[in-house]
């Protein structure tokens, strides 16, 4: 099936495997980007097709506007994923608020009578059914008081922030990530029928092992919650272990 190229600015698959039995779409933090799943795409076996989302206003989209409001990025996102969850099986990876993207681009799917992910998992990612609302909102603060908030919550070197690399690069995407999430509203549904997995950190000031455990709230189907060493953006120095997780959780979709 013929994909348009504009769906292919959004979904993003970097090593085609045409003959692969999953494909695994991948939501970066907030202020990343698709790069943050390079490696995933090369390391991971050849039975899996890596697809990272790129969103508009950042890296290979940085001259496009962004979208700064959730319920609009969801259905826009939505739609353009469309015809590749058509294709064949497919599992829903998201770290951070990359993962409560995933979370409601899955209850979507179940809303609008799309196919369904085998599999969810929600890295980093608190359980927002626990939380009375949003967090105090970043998006108004100064560019400095904006990183040191950024740096409380998540654990971020303040050097790593105020560098110029990071200033030019990453912050008008984190600042756009932070008018999305300040959009964003829990709304109560019914439990999902698809497993989840939910990995936690055990140094992350964001997240507790509580709230990455209340996602077993969120499905009828099988649970897997799994802590791993590090602070809140862990994605990277625990990428072998995450990748055995994957694959472990992963198989009894497969047998």
Same mark, same amino acid.
């Given at each position: 099936?013929?994909?348009?190229?504009v769906?292919?600015?959004?979904?993003?698959?970097?090593?085609?495997?045409?003959?692969?039995?999953?494909?695994?779409?991948?939501f970066?933090?907030?202020?990343?980007?698709? %790069?943050?799943?390079?490696?995933?795409?090369?390391?991971?076996?050849i039975?899996?097709?890596?697809?990272?989302?790129?969103?508009p206003?950042?890296?290979?989209?940085?001259k496009?506007?962004?979208?700064?409001?959730?319920?609009?990025?969801?259905?826009k996102?939505?739609?353009m994923?469309?015809p590749f969850?058509k294709?064949?099986?497919?599992a829903?990876?998201?770290h %951070? *608020?990359g993962?409560v993207?995933?979370f409601?681009?899955?209850?979507w799917m179940?809303?609008?009578n799309a196919?369904?992910?085998?599999h969810?998992f929600?890295s980093?990612?608190p359980?927002?059914h626990l939380?009375?609302?949003?967090?105090?909102?970043? %998006?108004?603060?100064?560019?400095?008081?904006f990183?040191k908030?950024?740096?409380?919550?998540?654990?971020?070197?303040l050097?790593?922030?105020?560098?110029?690399?990071?200033?030019?690069?990453?912050?008008p995407?984190?600042r756009?990530?932070?008018?999305?999430?300040e959009?964003?509203r829990?709304?109560?549904?019914?439990?999902?029928?698809?497993?989840?997995? +939910?990995f936690?950190?055990k140094?992350?000031?964001e997240?507790?092992?509580?709230?990455a455990? %209340?996602?077993?709230?969120?499905?009828?189907?099988?649970?897997?919650?799994?802590? *791993?060493?590090? +602070?809140?953006?862990?994605?990277?120095?625990?990428?072998?272990?995450?990748?055995k997780?994957?694959?472990?959780?992963?198989?009894?979709?497969?047998q």
């Amino acid at each position: 099936m013929h994909v348009p190229p504009v769906y292919r600015r959004w979904v993003t698959c970097p090593e085609p495997r045409p003959k692969a039995s999953l494909r695994l779409f991948c939501f970066h933090f907030a202020g990343g980007d698709a %790069s943050v799943f390079r490696l995933w795409a090369k390391q991971l076996p050849i039975s899996i097709e890596v697809c990272p989302i790129e969103l508009p206003g950042r890296a290979t989209r940085q001259k496009e506007a962004p979208i700064t409001r959730f319920p609009e990025l969801l259905d826009k996102l939505a739609s353009m994923m469309l015809p590749f969850v058509k294709q064949k099986p497919f599992a829903l990876f998201g770290h %951070s *608020f990359g993962g409560v993207t995933a979370f409601e681009l899955t209850r979507w799917m179940r809303r609008n009578n799309a196919p369904l992910p085998v599999h969810l998992f929600l890295s980093a990612s608190p359980a927002m059914h626990l939380r009375k609302g949003p967090p105090p909102p970043l %998006s108004h603060l100064s560019d400095k008081e904006f990183l040191k908030e950024v740096a409380a919550r998540f654990g971020t070197p303040l050097e790593v922030l105020y560098s110029e690399d990071f200033r030019l690069g990453v912050l008008p995407a984190l600042r756009t990530d932070a008018l999305v999430g300040e959009s964003y509203r829990y709304a109560p549904e019914p439990p999902l029928n698809v497993p989840i997995s +939910s990995f936690g950190a055990k140094e992350d000031k964001e997240v507790s092992q509580e709230e990455a455990e %209340s996602w077993r709230q969120q499905t009828t189907g099988r649970f897997q919650l799994r802590m *791993f060493q590090g +602070s809140h953006l862990f994605l990277s120095t625990e990428r072998p272990r995450i990748y055995k997780a994957l694959l472990e959780d992963l198989a009894p979709q497969f047998q």
